[in-house]
């Protein structure tokens, strides 16, 4: 039996800077546990397309948007989980790392890397974190003022049917935007917290201590043991969150919409989710292109066959080919929210804009005391001497 095919593995994805492969490490209890658990949901997965258990019941009554909106207003649709992708922090003047020309690529060069993906390899960053923290300056966002996307999500969450978001992006965004800690899975960090690199230690720091230090351009060390600070965004070589594992284990059987915004769904293990749900759970792509579509030979061999938007079988997956933010607007004005969407924008957004201006002129005034202390200071040693 040469021949004998091989045990199916998840398909190649185009080697991205971005991409966050699981590696194997020592102490990964969590990982034993996901990986347990992926062979459950195989064994279930090939049982119920085998037995014909529980399949392909449709709970829309359309494949359209205003059909996804209908099953939100029949009461049926308690737990919505979002899961989102870089494309939702674009209108917001976040990069997006993964589309050439908006900076990463072309900005690598400078800081003579051995290779572009060691800037984000934790091994790396231990040993020498200059470039890291050149870069985190340079990408710095100017305002961090969430989009009509996050502000949707915040709804769903004020209108008790979010069940969890599951973001790739590591902007704090859906912070800004109102969602708490417990309805968020950063699957790849945040740079809301960092945290001193010791096991010893590991002292916790907020946004505005690390940005103070990116903008003074020192290294951040930490105040009680001089270690090397971290944000918590996750590097090439560490694990993802365990509230990652923890929590897909427990959400997905449960949730009764899912809705993906703004990802290409390349990143593993955050893309392979979407077959986490059971199989009579619509799913809702809100994007630029079609994207997570099944893979012939992964769907006969019973691996989660992927999206399925177009084909006659086609019977929970509805994609929606446009900005996240109208995506959003759209479904919004299906649901009669409309308004109520467009009011919490605008008065979350003038909000962060007066809090702007109160912290510019807070830093003018501090900039003007500076320099009259210096003007007096000079003047006094003028007539000392
Ligand atoms: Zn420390």
């Keep these: 039996m040469s021949d004998a095919p091989e045990p199916p593995?998840?398909?190649?994805?185009?080697?991205?800077?971005?991409?966050?492969?699981?590696e194997p490490s020592e102490d990964s209890s969590?990982?034993?546990?996901?990986?347990?658990?992926?062979?459950?949901?195989?064994?279930?997965?090939?049982?119920?397309?085998?037995?014909?258990?529980?399949?392909?019941?449709?709970?829309?009554?359309?494949?359209?948007?205003?059909?996804?909106?209908?099953?939100i207003l029949s009461g049926k649709c308690k737990n919505i989980i979002c899961m989102v992708g870089a494309g939702i922090s674009t209108s917001a003047g976040i990069p997006d790392f993964r589309s050439p020309g908006t900076g990463l690529y072309a900005n690598l060069q400078k800081y003579s890397l051995p290779y572009p993906e060691a800037i984000f390899q934790i091994?790396?960053?231990?040993?020498h974190p200059e470039p890291f923290f050149a870069l985190a300056k340079e990408l710095y966002p100017g305002q961090f003022k969430p989009t009509i996307c996050h502000y949707f999500i915040r709804m769903l969450k004020d209108k008790g049917l979010l069940r969890r978001c599951y973001s790739q992006?590591?902007?704090t965004l859906e912070r800004v935007a109102g969602l708490?800690?417990?309805?968020l899975v950063e699957a790849h960090g945040t740079f809301y917290t960092s945290h001193c690199v010791s096991f010893l230690c590991r002292k916790e720091y907020n946004l505005d201590w690390m940005k103070a230090r990116i903008f003074s351009d020192e290294v951040p060390k930490c105040e009680k043991c001089s270690s090397l600070v971290k944000p918590d965004i996750v590097f090439f070589g560490e694990n993802l969150p365990a509230k990652f594992f923890t929590s897909t284990t427990t959400d997905f059987p449960r949730c009764d919409l899912l809705i993906i915004m703004g990802t290409s769904l390349q990143v593993q293990p955050f893309a392979s989710l979407v077959n986490k749900v059971s199989k009579n759970t619509p799913r809702l792509l809100i994007n630029m292109e079609k994207t997570g579509q099944s893979d012939a030979l992964m769907g006969m061999l019973g691996f989660g066959g992927g999206m399925d938007f177009d084909s006659e079988k086609a019977y929970r997956d509805v994609a929606y080919i446009s900005t996240c933010d109208e995506g959003?607007?759209?479904?919004?004005e299906f649901l009669g929210w409309k308004a109520e969407l467009?009011?919490?924008v605008k008065r979350e957004h003038a909000l962060i804009d007066s809090k702007d201006k109160q912290d510019k002129a807070k830093l003018a005034n501090q900039t003007v005391k500076a320099e009259e202390k210096t003007a007096t200071e000079t003047g006094n040693s003028d007539k000392l001497e």
């Design 9 to 22: 593995r998840e398909k190649e994805e185009d080697s991205n800077l971005c991409d966050r492969e699981e």
């Design 30 to 71: 969590e990982e034993d546990e996901a990986s347990g658990e992926t062979e459950m949901d195989f064994l279930r997965s090939l049982f119920s397309r085998t037995l014909g258990l529980g399949s392909g019941e449709k709970v829309l009554d359309e494949l359209t948007l205003d059909g996804v909106a209908r099953y």
């Design 123 to 127: 091994d790396y960053f231990k040993k």
């Design 169 to 171: 992006n590591i902007d």
């Design 180 to 183: 708490e800690e417990d309805d």
């Design 328 to 332: 959003c607007m759209a479904l919004a």
């Design 342 to 344: 467009e009011d919490l």
